[in-house]
C-alpha cells in the first residue's frame, strides 16, 4: 500500500513538471522572439504601449532557462544516466541541425551562408547552442555535484548556495566587466539549489500556495522596474536605455521567478494527466528550443513574419507576439513529433560508437 502511495505521488509530480516543461518551452520562445522584434526594428521605434507590453512580456519569459535547467536537475540528481542524456542531446541537436539545412536549401537558398552553414553542421563548435552546450557540460559535471549534494549537511549546503548565489547574481552587477564569459556557473548553481531542494521537499509541499505569489512578486517587481525606469528616462536622461537594467539571467529576481514557478509546480497535487498534446509538447521541448534557435528556422521566422507583419507602434504588438510563439511552439512540436524516430536512430548509433570506444580503450589496457 505504500509502494502504490509512492507511486502516485511519483505520477503527479512528473505530470505537474511536465505542465512545467510546457510552460518553460513557451516562455522560451516568446523571450527570444520578442528579442529578435526588438533586434529587427529597434526598441527606440517603439510606441510607449507596445514598449510596456516588450517589458512585460520579458519579465514574465526571463526565467524559463532557469526552469529548464531546475527541472533536468531535479531529475539529474535522483537519476544516474548522464551518459544516455548526453547521447539523447547530442542526436536530437545533430537531427535539428543537419534537417534544417536542407530544408533551407529549399525554402530560403538565398540566404544560406557559409557561416550559417557551419553553424548547422557544427552547433557546438559555434556555440549555436550556448544552453545545450552548457548544460552537456553540467552532466558531465553532475557526478561530482552529487557527490558534493550527497555527503555535506544542511548547513554546509545553505552555506555554498548562498556563496553561489552571490557569485552568479551579486557579482554581475558591481563588477566593473563582464567577467562572466559562460552562464555554466549558474548552472551549478541551480543544480546544487535543485538537490538541496530534494532533501527538503517534503516540508515545501506545506508552503505550495505561497509559491505562486512570491513568483507573481517578482514578476510584478522586474517588470514594474522596467516601466518606471523607462517613464523616467525621458525626464532622467541617463536612464535612457536602463529599463532593462535588472533584466539579465543573473538577476534575483530572474532566480526568484525560476524557483518559485518551479517549487509552485513541483509541490502540485496534479491528478489529472494533461493532454495529448501537453504530452507531445513536453516530450519535445528540446526540439521546440533547437528548432526555433535553428540559425535557418530563426532566419525563415524574422525576416517573413516578424519584420514584415509585426507593427511595433500599435497596441496589437503583445497578440502578433503571442500568437506568432503558440505557432513556433506548435510547429516545433510537430517536427520534433516526425524526426523523433530518426534521432532515436541516431542515438543508438551514438551508443554503438561509444561502446566501441570504450572496448577499444580496455583492449589496449589489457595489451600494455
Not at 216 to 222: R, V, Y
Not at 318 to 327: D, P, R, V
Not at 345 to 352: C, T
Amino acid at each position: 500500500m505504500l509502494v502504490n502511495n509512492n507511486n502516485s505521488q511519483r505520477n503527479n509530480r512528473d505530470t505537474a513538471l511536465d505542465l512545467l516543461k510546457i510552460v518553460a518551452a513557451f516562455f522560451v520562445v516568446i523571450l527570444h522572439v520578442n528579442g529578435y522584434s526588438v533586434v529587427l526594428h529597434g526598441i527606440s521605434n517603439y510606441s510607449t504601449v507596445s514598449r510596456i507590453q516588450y517589458i512585460i512580456l520579458e519579465a514574465i519569459s526571463y526565467p524559463a532557462i532557469h526552469i529548464f535547467v531546475l527541472v533536468g536537475s531535479y531529475y539529474m540528481i535522483k537519476i544516474d544516466h548522464q551518459q544516455k542524456s548526453i547521447r539523447r542531446i547530442y542526436s536530437q541537436t545533430l537531427t535539428v541541425t543537419i534537417i534544417g539545412l536542407f530544408i533551407a536549401f529549399f525554402l530560403i537558398p538565398s540566404d544560406i551562408t557559409l557561416e550559417r552553414g557551419l553553424r548547422s553542421i557544427f552547433p557546438f563548435s559555434q556555440r549555436a547552442y550556448w544552453y545545450v552546450s552548457d548544460y552537456i557540460v553540467l552532466l558531465l559535471l553532475s557526478p561530482y555535484l552529487n557527490i558534493i549534494i550527497n555527503y555535506t549537511n544542511n548547513k554546509q549546503i545553505v552555506i555554498l548556495m548562498i556563496i553561489l548565489i552571490f557569485i552568479t547574481t551579486i557579482l554581475p552587477y558591481i563588477s566593473t566587466s563582464d567577467w562572466i564569459s559562460s552562464n555554466l556557473l549558474l548552472f551549478v548553481e541551480l543544480y546544487i539549489i535543485s538537490g538541496y531542494i530534494i532533501r527538503i521537499e517534503d516540508k515545501l509541499k506545506k508552503l505550495h500556495n505561497i509559491y505562486f505569489i512570491i513568483w507573481a512578486l517578482a514578476t510584478s517587481i522586474l517588470a514594474a522596474s522596467g516601466i518606471i525606469i523607462y517613464r523616467l528616462s525621458n525626464i532622467i536622461h541617463f536612464l535612457n536605455g536602463k529599463e532593462m537594467f535588472l533584466f539579465k539571467y543573473s538577476s534575483i529576481l530572474v532566480h526568484v521567478e525560476g524557483i518559485s514557478l518551479f517549487l509552485f509546480f513541483l509541490t502540485k497535487n496534479s491528478k489529472k494527466p494533461i493532454s495529448i498534446l501537453g504530452q507531445i509538447i513536453s516530450k519535445t521541448s528540446l526540439f521546440i528550443y533547437l528548432i526555433h534557435m535553428h540559425p535557418v528556422f530563426k532566419e525563415i521566422y524574422t525576416k517573413y513574419c516578424l519584420l514584415s507583419y509585426i507593427k511595433v507602434n500599435e497596441f496589437t504588438y503583445l497578440i502578433f507576439i503571442l500568437i506568432t510563439s503558440i505557432c513556433i511552439l506548435l510547429i516545433g512540436a510537430v517536427i520534433g513529433c516526425c524526426f523523433s524516430q530518426f534521432s532515436s536512430k541516431l542515438e543508438l548509433l551514438l551508443r554503438k560508437f561509444m561502446n566501441l570506444f570504450d572496448k577499444n580503450i580496455s583492449n589496449n589496457q589489457l595489451i600494455k
